[in-house]
C-alpha cells in the first residue's frame, strides 16, 4: 500500500515540474532576473534600490544587472537569464527598439518577462506579460500645463513669444519620446510658445549642462524657458546659467520631471521652479506581479503609476515627507 502512495506522489511532482506557475514546490525561492538600464540618475539609483529592498522584503532571489545605459549589455543579462532558467525576466527597456529577437528566446524558454519603468516597441505584445510605470506623456502635458499657468511666464506671453530650450532624454527612450510629445500636444494651443532648441542630453547632469552651454552660446539671454525631461539634466542646467551670470528659477524658468530630492533642494533656493512627479519606487508592485505570475495568476497588462506635480511653492513642505 505504502509503494503505491509513493508512486502517486512522485507521479503527481513530476506533472508539477511541467506545468509552469505550479512547478514551484513550497519551499523554493523565486528566482527574478533584473536588467536595469544603468545608474545615470538620482531616479534611477531610486528605482535601483526599491527594487532590491522589495525583492529581500518578499523573499525573492535577484538576479540584478547594470547595462550602463547600453542596450547590447541589456540583451546579454536577458540571454543570461534565460540559460540560467530563472523564473521571471523583468527589465527596463533602454530604448524602445530591438527587443524582438531576444524576447521571442525567453518567450521559447517559456520564461515570463515585465516590463518595468520604460516600454518597448514590438508587434507581438505576447513577448511581455505586464509593463508597470508612469504614463510618460501625461508627464509632458502637465509640465506645459504647468509654465502656460506660471503668471511670469503669462506675462511674457502678454508681451511676445516665449523662447523654450528643452534637454531631452535619451534618444530613442520611451520617456524622451513621450515627454516631449505630451509637451508638444499642449504647446499646440499656445501658439506663443516656442521650442527654439532641444538636444540630448541623455538624462545626466553632466551632459545637460554641456548642451545647456550650448544653447546658452548660441541663444544667450534670448532663452525664457528650459524644459528638461528630468531633474538632473535641469540640475547640470543650472550650473550651466549660472556660470553664464544669469538667474536660474528667474532669468530662466525650469520645469522639469521626477521630483527627486535634488530637485525640491533646487526649488527650495529658488532655482528650479517646478518638477514633474515620476514615482520610481516601483519594486514593491513588481515583486507583486512576479509573485503573482509565477503562482499562474492574472497580471494587468498595464500597471500605472499615480503621481502628481510639485512647484515651487510646495517643495519646503513636501521636502520632509519625500522618499526618494
Ligand atoms: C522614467 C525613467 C527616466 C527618469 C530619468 O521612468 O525611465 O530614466 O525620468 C531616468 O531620471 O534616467
Redesign the pocket.
Known sequence: MKRAVFNAASAVLLVLAFVPGLALAKDKKIVLGFSQ?GA?????TANTQSIKDAAATEGITLKFSDAQQRQENQIKAIRSFIAQRVDVIAF?PVVETGWEPVLREAKAARIPVILS??AVDVKDDSLWVSFM??D?VEEGRRAAKWLIDYPPVKELAAKGDVNIVELQ?TVG???AIDRKQGFEEVLKNAPKFKIIRSQTGD?TRAKGKEVMEAFLKAEGKKINVLYA????MAIGAIQAIEEAGLRPGKDVVIVS??AVKGAFEAMIAGKLNCTVE?S?LLGPQLMSAVKDVVAGKPVPKRIVTEEGVFPQEVAAKEFPHRKY
Open positions: 538600464v545615470e540618475s538620482e531616479w534611477r527596463s519603468d520604460r510605470g508612469s510618460f532624454g527612450s520611451a520617456p538624462f525631461h528630468n531633474d538632473d520631471i521626477d515620476c520610481p
